[in-house]
Each structure stands twice: as structure tokens, then as C-alpha cells.
């Protein structure tokens, strides 16, 4: 599983728009095959799909409950793309579009990969790389009162759990699991940031173990937290 | 000057009528972008950079219910035959950067991203006609490499009307030669027009 699906799907999209450009009815029947409205909603699954491209006509099924994961929307009686990426369906009703970008879109229970940029006296106002900022009580910690408040700086790296996401408000974190415990959340000291796309994120974080990761292991001892937000730290300790 | 052959048909580069010049896109050129891309119509060039959405830099700018969309168009010092100093603020550019502005924020569902802001640099590297068109072109491809949502992926050409017949994706020749010119922005799938320009310089007496 060591391929980066967008990249392919990136230029199919690219020579997609061409095409469409070019000439319309010539795009229908290429080798995408997939802009019929009218097509089975099966047709496109597993493909790559781009903004625009109706998924499902709703008009056909009567009665059914699907489940719209990201990436779709439904505008009247179609499901329609909004963002370019692979069209997935986990039967028997949910359907969502895997894409890989720079940019995060907070959803609830997360873990991610924050940088404190200000201070506040009840938040801390942290980047996770979402449209917004997102806040962080400063008593979302384990035994947090208010004599007991964590300083700080800008630039600190947190690895926190994303508890509120809704597009009206802004995110809110907590440094806490579901139970009140701190588990693994908080500050990450010393080691080494870096940012990727979602998609490599969610491909180390994949469960069997990623070999990049089991291969690294066998040479060194090193603590690594990824975010769903795209950003890596990894931290080597001297044996 | 002959814009089209009486005898052949075709125009001074070649193409007939309703041809279009060679497209090409890439994505992903620009690697601090959150989403880039370069598009090529023929010998005019273009690169697009996205920044977005994130949070928005100047506080009053901010709308409460949608993202705030910007746009900024500019041409390389080396784009056109002469390397001109292009001021950055000057008339054409700031039109051309409101067209565009206007025309992608048609596509783009900016009510799912209240309070937040998507920048769009367009930059022409290689002008030779239809820039406006290439602009466009090259930001919704950029617009999608960055995951932007988008209803729709917007495309646009240009025509013209030259020796009385009507000439498809005109290069700098033919639209420096006096005829009008349209650019034409149109939402692919829903077929639905967003951009829809019309340029037209007359004497008096014509």
C-alpha cells in the first residue's frame, strides 16, 4: 500500500478538465466513463471523481437511507461531488470521496497535531491547519483547575483531541480522552515537525502497522505522533 | 491582414475555425501552496497558487456566514514580447482579478467555511491571448488540488470574430486585430454559465 492514490488521480483529473474542455460529448464516453447522470450508482465507486460529477440519482431510489461521508453533498435529487478524489462505498449505504490535501477539516474525535499561536484567558487559540483556529480550554487538561494552568508559548506543539467541529463555531480541543484521562495528549518536547498531506497521514496511521514505520522501528527506538491534520513529529532516543 | 485563409480555411497558426490550441495542466507545481497548478492554452501560460481556507488575516474583512474569497492577477515582467515593468495595481489587472474572483466564488461553496478566507494567486508567465480564459482554467484546477468544495469545476475559452467568421480560443494576434472578442465561463456538468465577457472597440463612422 505504498502508493499516493491522488498523485494518479491528480493528473486524471487535470487531463479530465482538458478533455471536457475540448470537447463535451467526447469526454462521455472516455475512459472515465463516468459522467452519465442516468448511470447505476455502483458505476463510480472506486474511481476517481471530481467536483461536479453526480454520484447517485436519488430520483431511482425511493426508500432507501444512504450515509454521505466527505466529500458529497446533495443538492435536490442527486449526490454530487464536491471535492476531487477516490469515490469509496462501505456497504451497504455509505458513501464518502478519499482525497488527500494540505488542508484539515475538523471532525470530532480526531487526534491532531496543534501549534499554540495565542494566549487567552479562557482558550488557548491553537492551528490545526482547519479554515479556522481552534480553541483550547485552558482547563481541558487532567486535573486542570484554575491555580493549575499550563503556560504556553507561542510555537508550542500539541498533540490534542479534537471535541467540537461544526462549521458555524470554531474547533474545540481537549488534551483529555473521553474518560478525563491525559493518556498521550499534551506537549510534545524536543524531536522533529514535519507536515504532510491527509492522505500520508491516515496511511501511517493505518492499521496493520505501515512498514515504513515497523522497518524504522527494527533500527532505532523513536516516538512518533501523527495527526490527522497532516503533521508528523518524531522523536529519537539515544540507547 | 489575412485572418483566415480564402483558400485553405485556416487561420494564420494553422487551426480552422473551431479549433482549439493545445491544452495542458499539471497540478501540484507550487509546493507551499495548499493547492497550485499550471495550465498551458497553446503558447499562453499560466500558474495558479491557492492558499486555503485559513484563517482570515485582516479581522474586518470577515464574513460571518461564508469564506472570503480573494484574487489577485498579475503578469510576469517577461510574459509578453518586451519585458515591460508591469505595475502590479494597474487597471487591466485589477478588472481581470475581480472577473476571476467573481467567476470562482460562483463555484465554490463558501457557506461551508464561514469566517475563514481562500486566497487565489494567478500568475501569467507566457501571454499570447486568452489569458483570462487560461486564469480561470488554471484556478479551478488549483482550486481542486487544494480540496477546496467546489458544486462544480468552472471552464472558460474565448472567441472572436475575424474576416466575417467566427474563430474559437483566439491568440494574440487575432485579438489584438480589432475584432470583438468574448470570454465565456461555464460550469461544466451543470452547464451553467458564470463568466460572460464581451470586448468590442468601434470608430465612430463603422
Known amino acids: 500500500k505504498r502508493h499516493r492514490p491522488l498523485r494518479r488521480s491528480s493528473i486524471c483529473f487535470a487531463s479530465l478538465l482538458c478533455s471536457y474542455a475540448i470537447n463535451p460529448q467526447e469526454t462521455l ?3 472515465m466513463n463516468a459522467e452519465t447522470s442516468d448511470a447505476p450508482p455502483t458505476s463510480l465507486v472506486d474511481r476517481t471523481v471530481v467536483p461536479g460529477d453526480t454520484v447517485l440519482d436519488l430520483t431511482a431510489m425511493a426508500n432507501q437511507t444512504i450515509k454521505l461521508g466527505a466529500g458529497l453533498r446533495q443538492d435536490c435529487d442527486t449526490i454530487s461531488v464536491m471535492k476531487a478524489g477516490k469515490l469509496r462505498l462501505s456497504k451497504p449505504n455509505k458513501y464518502w470521496v478519499e482525497s488527500s490535501h494540505k488542508r484539515y477539516v475538523p471532525c470530532v474525535e480526531d487526534t491532531v497535531l496543534g501549534i499554540v499561536v495565542d494566549c487567552k484567558p479562557d482558550n488557548f487559540l491553537v492551528d490545526i491547519k482547519a479554515p479556522t ?21 507561542i510555537g508550542t506543539l500539541l498533540y490534542v483531541r479534537v471535541v467540537k467541529a461544526n462549521n458555524s463555531m470554531n474547533p474545540e480541543l481537549s488534551c483529555m480522552d473521553e474518560t478525563g484521562k491525559a493518556a498521550e495528549f499534551g506537549q510534545l518536547k524536543d524531536g522533529y515537525m514535519f507536515e504532510t498531506s491527509t492522505g500520508l497521514s491516515r496511511m501511517l496511521l493505518s492499521s496493520p502497522t505501515c512498514p515504513v514505520l515497523e522497518a524504522l522501528g527494527k533500527k532505532l527506538s523513536y516516538e512518533i505522533a501523527v495527526g490527522l491534520n497532516g503533521r508528523v513529529w518524531v522523536s529519537y ?3 | 491582414m489575412e485572418y483566415l485563409d480564402s483558400l485553405t480555411g485556416f487561420r494564420l497558426d494553422g487551426r480552422r475555425p473551431n479549433d482549439m490550441r493545445q491544452i495542458r495542466g499539471e497540478i501540484g507545481v507550487v509546493a507551499k501552496a495548499d493547492g497550485s497548478a499550471l495550465f498551458e492554452m497553446g503558447n499562453t501560460k499560466v500558474i495558479a497558487a491557492v492558499y486555503g481556507p485559513r484563517e482570515v488575516q485582516n479581522k474586518s ?4 456566514n461564508q469564506a472570503l474569497v480573494r484574487c489577485e492577477y498579475s503578469m510576469a515582467n517577461f510574459s509578453t514580447g518586451d519585458r515591460a515593468r508591469r505595475p502590479k495595481g494597474d487597471r487591466r489587472s485589477t478588472e481581470i482579478s475581480l472577473v476571476i474572483r467573481q467567476t470562482m466564488e460562483a463555484c465554490i461553496l463558501t457557506h461551508l467555511m464561514p469566517r475563514s478566507q481562500i486566497d487565489i494567486f494567478v500568475q501569467v508567465l507566457q501571454a499570447d491571448g486568452g489569458t483570462r480564459s487560461a486564469c480561470i482554467n488554471a484556478a479551478t484546477l488549483a482550486l481542486a488540488d487544494a480540496g477546496v468544495p467546489m458544486c462544480d469545476i468552472v471552464t472558460s475559452c474565448s472567441a472572436g470574430y475575424l474576416s466575417s467568421t467566427p474563430l474559437l480560443d483566439l491568440n494574440y494576434i487575432e485579438d489584438s486585430a480589432g475584432g470583438p472578442d468574448v470570454t465565456v465561463g461555464i460550469l461544466a ?4 454559465v458564470t463568466l460572460l465577457q464581451v470586448y468590442f472597440r468601434s470608430g465612430l463612422d463603422s
Not at chain 1, 485552558?138 to 491555580?147: I, K, P
Not at chain 2, 474583512?61 to 460571518?64: A, E, F, P, R, S
Open chain 1, 29 to 31: 464516453t472516455s475512459e
Open chain 1, 133 to 153: 483556529l481552534a480553541f483550547l480550554p485552558v482547563l481541558a487538561f487532567e486535573g486542570g483547575t484554575r491555580r493549575n494552568i499550563p503556560k504556553f508559548e
Open chain 1, 237 to 239: 532516543y539515544h540507547s
Open chain 2, 61 to 64: 474583512q470577515q464574513i460571518n
Open chain 2, 189 to 192: 456538468k451543470m452547464d451553467k
